[in-house]
Nanobody, 115 residues
Framework: VQLVESGGGLVQPGGSLRLSCAAS????????MRWYRQAPGKERELVAE????????NYGSSMKGRFTISRDNAKNTVYLQMNSLKAEDTAVYYC?????????WGQGTQVTVSS
């Protein structure tokens, strides 16, 4: 089982990034997917989640209107489009898959928002 995030990097405030998480080794289309993030010295927080079929989507309160989660079950990939990035969005972003009591984590990708 693998969840491999990509797309992180350094971006200026107000900029955009698109994160991807490629899944393998399990039935991706049966799993709800989430993005979490963790900034230095802070607890891990939920960024966004999407159900297996993509029907239901939720966002953390500070991300609403700026971030968009989506998934392509044909490509076994979940995405996080991040716009209007702020310095406080700087964190390691993790991909997470869950179905009933089974879950998987990715290794994370660093997003740094700085001028």
């Amino acid at each position: 089982v693998q969840l491999v995030e990509s797309g992180g990097g350094l971006v200026q405030p107000g900029g955009s990034l698109r994160l991807s998480c490629a899944a393998s080794g399990f039935t991706f289309s049966s799993y709800g997917m989430r993005w979490y993030r963790q900034a230095p010295g802070k607890e891990r927080e939920l960024v966004a989640e999407i159900t297996s079929g993509g029907v239901s989507i939720n966002y953390g309160s500070s991300m609403k209107g700026r971030f968009t989660i989506s998934r392509d079950n044909a490509k076994n990939t979940v995405y996080l489009q991040m716009n209007s990035l702020k310095a406080e969005d700087t964190a390691v972003y993790y991909c997470y898959a869950r179905r009933w009591s089974t879950d998987y984590w990715g290794q994370g990708t660093q997003v740094t928002v700085s001028s």
